[in-house]
């Protein structure tokens, strides 16, 4: 299995059974096609989209601890593109599915507005996906689609796992 289909397997499908959900697709949100495809896939099942939880996020660890200066040019981009843009690449699928308005939000973080040591480019990934949100809400307000970016503080998660020095 390929990490993502093996974190589906081992995390998400236990919790989707929990809750009684029948519809979970892998996808891999730098992906046109994959995107296209589950949101079609969305479509046929639902016919529309109410909300949309964009809780994506992803840099590679060496470009999160060590000096900001050394962060690599691929990984600023990997760490943009699926952590940021990705929010734009699944907002412009669920528009159109959001015939009777909605919601769309994503998670940040503190550390988009002020310096959190060993955060690094998913810093600055955060505060791209914030300006991201104001963008999308001016875009799709008119049509009642709400957009907003919440920031509950740190979560003891997998993902907060992976930055260095991290405690909870």
């Keep these: 299995l390929s990490y993502g289909a093996e974190v589906l397997e081992k995390r998400v499908m236990p919790l989707a059974a929990e809750i009684g959900c029948d519809f979970v697709e892998l996808c891999d949100a730098s992906q046109d096609e994959q995107l296209d495809a589950v949101f079609e896939k969305v479509r046929q099942k639902y016919g529309r989209i109410d909300t949309l939880v964009h809780s994506i996020a992803f840099a590679n660890r060496e470009d999160m601890g060590g000096r900001f200066i050394d962060i690599s040019r691929d990984g600023f981009k990997l760490a943009l593109d699926i952590s940021a843009y990705s929010l734009i690449a699944m907002a412009k699928r669920a528009e159109p ?39 999308l809400a001016n875009d799709l307000g008119p049509k009642g689609i709400r957009v907003n970016a919440i920031s509950a503080g740190p979560i003891k998660t997998l993902a907060a796992a992976g930055v260095p020095g991290i405690r909870m």
Excluded: D
């Excluded at 959001?98 to 600055?124: D, F, N, Q, R």
């Design 97 to 135: 599915l959001m015939t009777e308005g909605g919601s769309i939000m994503s998670l940040s973080y503190y550390a988009a507005e002020k310096v959190m040591p060993k955060y690094h480019v998913m810093a600055v990934a955060k505060a791209a996906l914030e300006t991201i949100t104001k963008y």
